[in-house]
């Protein structure tokens, strides 16, 4: 494992974790498309500082997008449509719930076409109750712009309250924890 969120050892990648619509699995060569696709939105791009140009991306965009531990490709029939994250906090941000930082974050972007159809919901569900069930009680955290309602409704269902608000990257930041096996989806 790289880039470890262990309390004990965790398998990683684990096996595809599949929900009533869609398959969570480690990311493949056959996503890369769909992930410059993603950074490139200007859509998606509105609340996670910009999109970045797309002949910057098909340069710099390894040829396995996001292989790493803690990331989540999303696939509905057969086709990418988003990724989840879990990653260590780093304790330099703002916004935690020990005072030594490095929770567990995490995260989602999904194409635009994906939006308003509950899939954000349904897979960070399922990966949340994965990591419940590899690291039971370690809670995790969540940021998201104030701005960003439907981001801030997806943490809603998923179960994450409130801890704060503060500024940073030059907009209000939501920032909220939930505990695992929680959620109510």
């Known amino acids: ?3 470890e ?28 498309a769909a992930f410059v696709e993603l950074f490139a939105s200007p859509e998606v791009g509105t609340y996670v500082g910009g999109s970045r140009p797309r002949d910057e991306l098909e340069r710099a965009m390894p040829e396995v997008p996001g292989r790493r531990f803690g990331f989540f490709a999303v696939e509905l029939d ?4 988003g990724m989840i994250t879990l990653d260590r906090r780093a304790p330099e941000r703002k916004g ?6 490095g929770e567990i974050e995490l995260g989602y972007m999904f194409l635009p076409q994906a939006w308003g159809r509950g899939y954000a919901s349904e897979a960070c569900a399922a990966v949340l109750d ?3 069930g590899v690291l039971p009680g370690e809670p995790v955290v969540l940021s998201t712009q104030t701005a960003n309602e439907a981001s ?3 943490a ?6 409130e801890v704060e608000r503060f ?7 939501w920032f909220a924890v939930c505990s695992p096996g929680t959620s109510s989806d």
Do not use: N
């Open 130 to 132: 994965w990591f419940a």
């Open 1 to 3: 494992m790289s880039d």
């Open 156 to 161: 809603a269902k998923l179960g994450f309250t």
């Open 152 to 154: 801030m409704r997806v």
């Open 78 to 81: 057969g086709a990418t449509i």
């Open 96 to 101: 935690h719930i020990r005072p030594e930082g």
């Open 167 to 173: 500024e940073d990257y030059g907009a209000e930041q």
């Open 5 to 32: 969120i262990t309390v004990r050892p965790v398998a990683w990648p684990p096996a595809p974790i599949k929900t009533e619509r869609l398959v969570l699995r480690e990311s493949e060569a056959r996503d890369r």
